[in-house]
């Protein structure tokens, strides 16, 4: 797979949100107290994945998630292990963010990563995917986030244990792009058109009620049956793929969001990274993620794990 045009599509796409060149940094500034916490003592214990050359690490561009669930009451850890079912022992949830199969490397003045060859090859192995698979079953909760490729092609052996199909392009819907907005690689999930019903979208009660959802790319997904894809892509989207991005298919009757039963465990699925992180972005610090107004980002992120730990 030729990686390095890909990513210079991926720049095109993805940030024809079209920022100067400038590192990405998590959002200092961005509000994570939560009012009335999920959980006031001894809440769910969380496995933050940064064992797999993450992009998104707790402490990194994912901080504003950890530190927003923390204040939720979830108790956050770390991991960097391999996935065993001695090393899942003992958590209640698992987060995993656009793992690769080889680091990404940050140019200084870079604003998207420059993603090697390697980087496509499976992030986990193949007895890392089974304890997983195994843990989930027997009652744990994945969130399982994966972007465009190469993280979809890095993480697809992983999705598969779940009935997960990835299409590892990077997704167009011009029908849900925001009108006041109206950058490629956008895309809206709102009540209208894109979110459905499901205890993620409701939430707890009217003010968790999620109305509009912004994504920055990523790929497409499709669930198994008797998943709900909450998060839906319009029947006119498409998808880029590899290597260049010339070659399109539909991406008609898929999704970016899936929340899905497993066993005795819940996993829920995105396909795209950003829009559960905050970022200052480009020269101008521009907001990028949860941090963006006008958006339900933030509560998409407290209702997946008040589902996820089963407060709703």
Not at 199 to 208: I, K, N
Not at 211 to 239: C, E, N, W, Y
Request: glycine content about 8%; some cysteine; hydrophobic content about 40%.
């Amino acid at each position: 797979m030729h990686l390095h045009m890909f990513s210079v599509l991926s720049i095109a796409l993805t940030l024809s949100l079209a920022l100067a060149p400038s590192q990405r940094v998590a959002d200092p500034n961005f509000d994570t107290k939560v009012a009335k916490p999920a959980y006031a003592a001894h809440g769910p214990r969380v496995l933050f994945d940064e064992a797999h050359h993450n992009i998104h690490t707790a402490a990194g561009l994912y901080k504003p998630l950890a530190d927003l669930i923390t204040a939720d009451g979830y108790r956050v850890t770390p991991n960097r292990r391999m996935f065993t079912r001695t090393s899942l022992k003992g958590f209640d949830i698992l987060v995993i963010s656009n793992a690769l199969g080889a680091a990404a490397v940050f140019a200084p003045e870079a604003s998207n990563p420059t993603f090697t060859e390697d980087a496509s090859n499976p992030a986990f192995t193949e007895e890392e995917c089974d304890a997983v698979r195994d843990w989930v079953r027997g009652g744990g909760a994945l969130l399982l986030i994966t972007d465009h490729s190469p993280m979809g092609v890095a993480n697809e052996g992983l999705g598969r244990r779940f009935g997960i199909d990835m299409s590892n392009g990077h997704t167009r819907d011009t029908a849900n792009t925001p009108k006041e907005d109206n950058r490629p690689g956008l895309i809206v999930c709102a009540r209208e058109r894109g979110l459905a019903d499901h205890p993620v979208t409701a939430g707890r009660a009217a003010d968790e009620r999620l109305h509009r959802v912004l994504t920055f790319t990523g790929q497409s997904i499709k669930g198994p049956v008797g998943s709900v894809a909450f998060m839906q892509l319009a029947d006119t989207a498409v998808d880029h793929l590899p290597p260049d991005g010339t070659r399109q298919v539909s991406a008609a009757g898929r999704a970016q969001g899936i929340a899905l039963p497993f066993g005795k465990g819940r996993a829920v699925v995105l396909a795209e990274a950003g829009m559960l992180s905050a970022q200052l972005a480009g020269p101008n610090r521009a907001l990028f993620g949860m941090n963006r107004p006008g958006i339900d980002n933030r509560q998409l992120a407290l209702n997946i794990m008040h589902w996820l730990s089963r407060k709703i």
